[in-house]
């Protein structure tokens, strides 16, 4: 894992070239460019909204901002793990130059989402003026929260991509364990409605789970996220970085091949 950290640190100016060409040429051909960074999230919030708002009651004050601040940390988790899967396969122009630094290209798609997340916090503070949740000095911790979830983030979208050149599958298999993955995670409700004998397994095996209730401590609670289990998903986070990084890394002579 050092070792990707400081090949990252190498060719940060190649990373940083290859990202701001991305955010570039996601939206080159669209009217509304980069607002649909903040669009699509919007318009998922209110079909949600209506649903769980209003004909499924969660009982939740304030239900559109709750759901916001939780939607929008996740839209960054899912699309990076989404583009990570191929974002190795799909590269061959670029995996066949000689010392081409394959772990830049995952990187690159995490990094991407993370400034489009990164840019819509301001709109998750603005949604909560309008029901007048006032920010609060809580605030400063979510840098340890998003640093959490860029390790576990990272971690999984090396493994995903790593593994995707090999088994072309995991491409279209991605995508359906996203979707399961965030009913069973507490966006669209609070954990605290899980039925009693499942919360513990709920919450504690899942990684996310405590990275999203951490982001609705801060935003909607107004109070530090509980800190054991964040601090248990990054210490884990570590572990899997550095596992996913040897696989990565002892898969990465067959990456030209298989491409």
């Known amino acids: 894992m050092i070792q990707n950290v400081k090949e990252l640190y190498r060719y940060r100016a190649l990373l940083w070239?290859?990202?701001?060409?991305?955010?570039?040429?996601?939206?080159?051909?669209?009217?509304l460019g980069f607002l649909w960074t903040f669009l699509n999230p919007t318009l998922q919030m209110l079909v949600y909204t209506l649903l769980f708002g209003v004909y499924m009651k969660q009982g939740v004050e304030h239900y559109a901002f709750f759901l916001f601040a939780g939607l929008l940390p996740w839209t960054w988790f899912a699309s990076s793990i989404a583009g990570c899967a191929t974002s190795i396969s799909d590269r061959r122009d670029l995996l066949t130059k000689v010392h081409f630094p394959a772990q830049v290209l995952p990187a690159t798609v995490i990094a991407t989402n993370l400034i489009n997340y990164l840019l819509s916090i301001p709109l998750v503070i603005g949604?909560?003026?309008?029901?007048?949740?006032w920010p609060t000095w809580h605030l400063v911790l979510l840098p340890l929260v998003i640093l959490v979830q860029l390790l576990f983030t990272t971690a999984l979208g090396y493994l995903v991509s790593a593994l995707n050149v090999r088994f072309r599958d995991l491409q279209f298999l991605v995508g359906n364990f996203l979707l399961v993955w965030f009913f069973l995670t507490p966006v669209l409700y609070p954990s605290t409605s899980i039925p009693e004998r499942f919360r513990d397994l709920?919450?504690?095996?899942n990684p996310m789970a405590i990275v999203m209730a951490s982001y609705q401590a801060i935003f909607y609670g107004h109070r530090a996220p509980d800190p054991v289990p964040l601090l248990a998903v990054a210490g884990a986070s570590v572990l899997f970085l550095a596992w996913t990084a040897w696989v990565f890394d002892s898969r990465r002579e067959e990456f030209a091949e298989y491409v």
Do not use: I
């Not at 070239?17 to 009217?31: G, K, N, P």
């Open 17 to 31: 070239s290859l990202t701001q060409r991305e955010l570039r040429a996601r939206y080159r051909a669209s009217m």
């Open 127 to 133: 949604l909560g003026l309008v029901f007048r949740e």
């Open 202 to 205: 709920a919450l504690y095996g």
